[in-house]
């Protein structure tokens, strides 16, 4: 009865056990690759990614964008200032919640 028990726990840890080891091993997997040398497709992907950052907020927007982007988001714009009201469509719209007034009935 005892030994059976001391199985069933054994193999219980023995489970909880392997869990975390295979976690943590495809974690240090993961940690390991990063410090290797990338795949060079993904080095030119993550290239021109940072080339594309680095152009976009030198020129304040897009970048490579013609007067021709510019004239169809502004049509754009109009459109859906017109489908939707007034206000500046390019900002996230703010909320604001207020905490509801509950009242207390007395007993």
């Known amino acids: 009865m005892i030994l059976r028990q001391i199985l069933r726990l054994s193999s219980l840890f023995h489970s909880a056990v392997s869990v975390h080891v295979r976690r943590n091993l495809g974690l240090s997997a993961i940690v390991f690759n990063k410090t290797k040398e990338l795949d060079p497709v993904q080095k030119l992907f993550l290239d021109k990614i940072r080339e594309y ?10 970048a490579d964008a013609g007067p021709d982007f510019q004239k169809d988001m502004n049509e754009s714009l109009a459109r859906l200032q017109r489908a939707y009201g007034e206000g ?10 207020e905490e509801p007034k509950f009242e207390e009935t007395p007993k």
């Open 88 to 97: 500046d469509l390019t900002k996230f719209p703010e909320f604001k919640f």
């Open 53 to 62: 950052n680095t152009k976009s907020k030198q020129a304040g927007g897009p």
